[in-house]
């Protein structure tokens, strides 16, 4: 059980050690196994504290009425929005329905825009994401492709990572292995500090089945340039 009055002990990261090597060691995000042992509104007060702490060590008057709310609805949009994909709870359903139109062409959702946050600084992803299947018998809605996006999205992720989270769930959502999506982010973590690049962007792949073969995978990449 978790006590939410104990403070833990991180003392053993040397950020000396970890310094700038950012890498990723699972597909699966790291949730801790009593992750969810705490209730929402309990995470909700705890970040609360220690974020009005933050805040204060900053030097930013926390009785000033622009402030004094703020601990309170950094909280509740940790908890609520911005990381809320860390809970399995909040995974979207996925219901199926026939095909009835034999539509066997592949079917391609663009531009789903997504937030996601980076689990290296905490500062936002933006971006875009493309998705494309061939229906094995069974079709999904097309708003469920954006909420499987976004799901993933609201957690602090690695773009690879959450690309091929993206894939595999709808892999095995849709039962097919006809499963395409590209991501194409600004990472602010490059542009807002560090290189303060505001040029580049970051794009990475996923294709499965059908889509690794050169002439589908190209009639997908076609199809994004229109």
């Known amino acids: 059980m978790i006590d939410k009055n104990k403070k833990p002990d991180y003392k053993h990261l040397s950020i000396d050690e970890i310094g700038e090597n950012h890498f990723s060691t699972n597909l699966e995000t790291p949730i801790r196994e009593d992750a969810f042992e705490l209730d929402d509104e309990t995470k909700i007060e705890m970040i609360e504290a220690h974020f009005r702490e933050i805040m204060y060590i900053l030097g930013l008057d926390l009785l000033d ?20 994909g860390l809970n399995p709870e909040n995974k979207p359903t996925m219901t199926l329905f026939t095909n009835d139109y034999h539509y ?6 663009k531009n789903i825009q997504f937030y996601s946050n980076c689990e290296h600084h905490f500062v936002p ?12 018998g069974k079709v999904i809605g097309l708003s469920k492709l954006h909420r499987v996006v976004n799901y993933y999205a609201r957690r602090p992720q690695v773009q690879e990572r959450m690309t ?5 769930a709808l892999k095995s959502a849709l039962m097919t292995e006809d499963v395409a999506v590209i991501v194409d ?4 973590c490059v542009s807002s500090r560090g290189v303060s690049d505001q040029t ?11 889509f690794r073969e050169e002439e589908k995978k190209n009639e997908f990449l076609k199809v994004l340039s229109l």
């Open 125 to 136: 992803i933006i971006g875009k994401v493309h998705v494309a299947y061939i229906s094995s």
């Open 185 to 188: 982010a600004d990472h602010q």
């Open 164 to 168: 091929m989270q993206i894939g595999i």
């Open 65 to 84: 009425e622009s402030l004094r709310g703020t601990p309170n609805r950094v909280a509740k949009m940790y908890v609520k929005e911005t990381f809320s």
């Open 104 to 109: 066997n062409e592949m079917l391609v959702e």
């Open 200 to 210: 580049s962007s970051t794009i990475t792949a996923f294709y499965g089945g059908v």
